[in-house]
């Protein structure tokens, strides 16, 4: 069983930052990738920003140059450092990642969320 486990949301003032961390526990030989994504009332969810293991990111346009996503691959954690927040920005984050166990082929889990809320 894998478990995401997501930390750092709040409320915070537009031009502010936080930064969110996510780790996975269980039983997990290793983790291929690890990412964050958002969703807001009504919207899709939609990725954030991704990395893998072996060091390759992605970020989505709206968040490039404000957002780092960084990973503590030993301690299977991934960070989100949010600078120069948006009211667009608020939403509900989630953590989700590749997972390699012994019993099972890789696999994606998801953390249950937490809220990001910057007001204006």
């Known amino acids: 069983q894998v478990q995401l486990v997501e930390s750092g949301g709040g409320l915070v003032q537009a031009g502010g930052s936080l930064r969110l961390s996510c780790a996975a526990s269980?039983?997990?030989?290793?983790?291929?990738?690890m990412g964050w994504y958002r969703q807001a009332p009504g919207k899709q969810r939609e990725l954030v920003a991704t990395k893998t293991s072996g060091g390759s990111t992605n970020y989505a346009d709206s968040v490039k140059g404000r957002f780092t996503i960084s990973r503590d691959n030993a301690k299977n954690t991934v960070y989100l450092q949010m600078n120069s927040l948006k009211p667009e920005d608020t939403a509900v984050y989630y953590c989700?990642?590749?997972?390699?166990?012994?019993?099972?082929?890789?696999?994606?889990?998801w953390g249950q969320g937490t809220q990001v809320t910057v007001s204006s």
């Open positions: 269980g039983s997990i030989f290793s983790i291929n990738a």
């Open positions: 989700k990642a590749m997972v390699v166990t012994i019993q099972r082929p890789p696999d994606y889990y």
